[in-house]
């Protein structure tokens, strides 16, 4: 029994990597989209958005089976747990990407384009993303810990958005859906952060026993 609970657990291990890599190349691809204007890119995102939900279900459904058959105690009771938890987070940062593209494409007839440049923004949400899943990887609990002080930064730039928006705003008041449309952008890019956290949280978790949530 041990050998199979061994090879059950590795195999999740490298389910909810795989589904990381993919959520990360998701989120990547839909600022990507924005930045280069590629509304084909932007409808990729929301036609494939279906395959991060059916893996999510996959990686849940491999969890219970574990915890059914096997009865998983101690560190492997904790990494269930845990990649529960990652899981959903992940899932969230996939339909976060998702709906990035769907503003995009909501606001790509308008000629006028919101002032606030997404890059250094979404670079840094997709670099925490990164060190999270690469926490987990390495079990390293100062990584995990880098991630979250990296959050502060994500929200300050997010409210620098909120500033420009109302700049934009005050020039355009013709046009405040569209421009409201366009900067929630920046707010789905802060929410990719708050999961990241989650994921980095949840590390912490699985090496250290301790839950670090609103502390």
């Known amino acids: 029994m041990t050998n199979h609970l061994h090879r059950a657990m590795d195999k999740i291990k490298?389910?909810?990597?795989s589904l990381g890599?993919?959520?990360e190349d998701r989120f990547k691809k839909s600022i990507e989209a924005v930045r280069t204007e590629n509304l084909q890119l932007a409808q990729f995102i929301i036609d494939t958005d279906f395959e991060v939900d059916e893996r999510e279900i996959e990686v849940e459904e491999e969890c219970l089976k574990i915890l059914a058959l096997y009865q998983p105690v101690a560190t492997d009771l904790r990494l269930i747990v845990a990649?529960?938890?990652i899981n959903n987070d992940l899932?969230?940062?996939g339909d976060y990407a998702g709906n990035i593209a769907r503003r995009f494409i909501t606001s790509s007839d308008d000629p006028k384009k919101f002032g606030y440049d997404y890059t250094a923004m979404a670079?840094?949400?997709?670099?925490?993303?990164k060190l999270s899943l690469d926490a987990l990887v390495g079990m390293d609990v100062e990584m995990a810990y880098t991630v979250l002080e990296m959050d502060e930064e994500v929200n300050t730039m997010?409210?620098?958005?909120?500033?420009?928006?109302?700049?934009?705003?005050?020039?355009?008041?013709?046009?405040v859906t569209e421009i409201i449309n366009m900067y929630l952008i920046s707010r789905h890019i802060e929410r990719i952060g708050d999961h990241t956290t989650n994921i980095a949280e949840e590390v912490v978790y699985l090496i250290e026993g301790d839950i670090?949530?609103?502390?």
């Open 14 to 17: 490298k389910e909810i990597l």
């Open 212 to 215: 670090i949530r609103h502390t």
């Open 123 to 129: 670079e840094q949400a997709a670099k925490m993303l």
């Open 158 to 175: 997010r409210n620098e958005a909120y500033r420009t928006m109302k700049a934009d705003i005050r020039k355009h008041p013709d046009m």
């Open 21 to 23: 890599a993919l959520v």
């Open 91 to 93: 899932e969230r940062i």
């Open 83 to 85: 990649v529960i938890k």
